[in-house]
């Protein structure tokens, strides 16, 4: 059973440009968390999406970022118009259901975004 | 003030010592209380989770939780130099599991 895949791992943008990272949660999980790892500091919980829908979005900035988990296909976290405070890891997690004995979060290795 | 507190380290201990970690939080509503482990520019991975006050044992790892002082603690015994990686508390108040992270301490055990 593969395990949370992201991709890219590793994003370069420039300032200004946007940035779409993808998650592709563990098969027969329809619950995706996102969170950014800043350095020097723990995860940061940033949205909570199930299919097509955005449960708990309290931890993402206003402006800029989006996120959406559609019926088909990955989730995408968006961030348009990056600036280099975006420069940090971004894991995405999953989980299978809401209650707690089945909503044990695994996460996919992160993707790493620079902004230069 | 971070409603969850754990002191960064590094914290560095010979092979086969005992590994002591803890956190600290604030909000009296945390019910559900995690430690991962994250080792270098890889993800976490669940290591324990316990539910309310209490100890749980896994093998090497002992957590444990006091929330009568909002504190957890992991213990790692006849630690290994495999050990090595960052430990992460994290806890939440809801069954859906919004996870509020420590900053995580980094361990490394020398051979």
Known sequence: ?116 | QKEVEQDPGPLSVPEGAIVSLNCTYSNSAFQYFMWYRQYSRKGPELLMYTYSSGNKEDGRFTAQVDKSSKYISLFIRDSQPSDSATYLCATTTDSWGKLQFGAGTQVVVTP
């Open chain 1, 1 to 116: 059973n593969a395990g949370v895949m992201q991709n890219p791992r590793h994003l370069v943008r420039r300032r200004g440009q946007e940035a779409r990272l993808r998650c592709s949660p563990m098969k027969g999980h329809s619950h995706v968390y996102w969170y950014r790892q800043l350095p020097e500091e723990g995860l940061k919980f940033m949205v909570y999406l199930q299919k097509e829908n955005i449960i708990d979005e309290s931890g993402m900035p206003k402006e800029r970022f989006s996120a959406e988990f559609p019926k088909e296909g990955p989730s995408i976290l968006r961030i348009q118009q990056v600036v280099r405070g975006d420069s940090a890891a971004y894991f995405c997690a999953s989980s299978f259901s809401t209650g707690f004995v089945g909503d044990t979060q695994y996460f996919g290795p992160g993707t790493r975004l620079t902004v230069l």
